[in-house]
């Protein structure tokens, strides 16, 4: 599976941004638990969201909750990452990666927020 991240930028606080994420490379797309991670200069990987194959179900850290939404377009094969409200600890690498047996991880999308 290949997954390419794209849709950052540089955003004041309270600005919004839309990432997108394109997967390929296998045909199962639509069974996939998709997922955005982000990491901080310094810092380690954390979570952000998830929602899964069906996209019934979203899951959210809670430092995003109530900011960020998860969907997903099964017939594109792409997950997106909308974010509102962004504040200057949003900052970092999204990473946006996908579950089946193991993860499958893309590429980094750059995320500056400033004060």
């Known amino acids: 599976v290949q997954l390419q991240a794209s849709g950052g930028g540089l955003v004041q606080a309270g600005g919004s941004l839309r990432l997108s994420c394109a997967a390929s490379g296998r045909t199962f797309y639509s069974t996939y638990v998709m997922a955005w991670f982000r990491q901080a200069p310094g810092k380690e990987r954390e979570f952000v969201a998830a929602?899964?194959?069906?996209?019934?179900?979203?899951y959210y850290a809670d430092s995003v909750k109530g900011r960020f939404t998860i969907s997903r377009d099964n017939a594109r094969s792409s997950v997106y990452l909308q974010m509102n409200s962004l504040k200057p600890e949003d900052t970092a690498v999204y990473y946006c990666?996908?579950?089946?047996?193991?993860?499958?991880w893309g590429q980094g999308t750059l995320v500056t927020v400033s004060s």
């Open positions: 990666a996908a579950y089946t047996v193991m993860w499958y």
């Open positions: 929602i899964s194959w069906n996209g019934r179900d979203q």
